[in-house]
């Protein structure tokens, strides 16, 4: 069978897993390939100081490297997005080095995505650089390629990060919200921070009042453990808190570690078991949902 999008070859499955924040010579954009967003995703990284205000057990960013760069520089920033996006609209990135292996139907570039080695929206002036980063796609990307923060919905009550989301929502954004909990016992054992929990689901509930939202939940087994049920109930109890308040969710996105994480307790779920979560969630809410395993 040849290869395809669904049937990777080996070098394109390596691509997949290849999440690394690093490309020629750049400090703050890497191109991926991404199987979420089926084909090239652009990402801009506004913490290259790797400092975040979660410390989830199972975060793949590697903290025990010390980052060079430690501030945004934007106008380099500006010149190494335009320069991606070049290469991946004029196909340039797809003649050789490791891209080369992308499958043909994945040479596409589906989106900008906000994320990288910490939460993004705690970068001080997040509105002006969506801003600036918009205006970089206008004049170089297709219009229909999208804008991604991927999130954990800590700052969104922000005025500089509302301001931020209203920018996206008007460039073909999307926001990817973190909400991988029913209860707070079960948040802060996962994501390790001082931020109270109810503080998410407010800052979700909000913002998807606004505009819908994907929430992106990670679950996993904690020292060989899967989530309990009840956690999982409760989990499902607090995604209709949202849509009851008058929330909108389009996707729920439930995924697994699928690199080496933070810590050794972890390990991923398998594929059987996610479809199992998927279910549940369905039932229990009516959402639609995705599954990405852990060897994806
Ligand atoms: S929010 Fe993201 S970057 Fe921050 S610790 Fe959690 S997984 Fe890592």
Not at 227 to 239: D, G, S, V, W
Request: hydrophobic share 40%; charged share 25%; aromatic share 8%.
């Amino acid at each position: 069978m040849p290869p395809t999008s669904d049937n990777p070859s080996p070098s394109a499955n390596k691509l997949f897993r290849s999440h690394e924040r690093s490309f020629e010579e750049n400090r703050f954009v890497y191109p991926v390939l991404s199987r979420r967003s089926g084909g090239i995703s652009i990402g801009v990284n506004l913490n290259p100081d790797k400092v975040c205000n979660f410390d989830c057990i199972y975060c793949q960013v590697n903290r025990v490297s010390r980052s060079e760069t430690q501030f945004v520089e934007t106008d380099r920033l500006i010149d190494e997005l335009g320069h991606a996006l070049d290469l991946v609209t004029s196909g340039q990135l797809f003649e050789d080095g490791k891209f080369a292996a992308t499958p043909p139907a994945l040479r596409r570039l589906n989106d900008i995505a906000f994320s990288g080695d910490g939460e993004p929206t705690t970068y001080r002036n997040f509105d002006e650089l969506v801003q600036t980063c918009a205006q970089v796609k206008q004049r170089l990307a297709p219009p229909e390629v999208k804008m991604v923060l991927i999130t954990n919905a800590s700052m969104f009550h922000r005025p500089a990060v509302e301001r931020g989301l209203a920018i996206l929502d008007a460039n073909q954004g999307e926001i990817w919200a973190k909400l991988e909990a029913g209860t707070d016992e079960y948040y802060h054992r996962v994501e390790r921070t001082t931020i109270p929990f109810q503080r998410i689901l407010d800052n979700i509930t909000a913002a998807a009042r606004v505009r819908p939202l994907v929430i992106q939940a990670l679950f996993m087994r904690i020292e060989g453990q899967p989530p309990p049920p009840e956690e999982l109930e409760a989990f499902c109890r607090r995604l209709n808190d949202i849509t009851a308040a008058g929330g909108a969710l389009s996707l729920i996105q439930l995924y697994t570690v699928a690199r080496p994480p933070a810590e050794s307790f972890v390990t991923p779920l398998a594929d059987s078991e996610l479809d199992a979560l998927a279910e549940l969630v369905r039932a229990r809410t009516g959402l639609s949902t995705a599954t990405f395993g852990s060897r994806q």
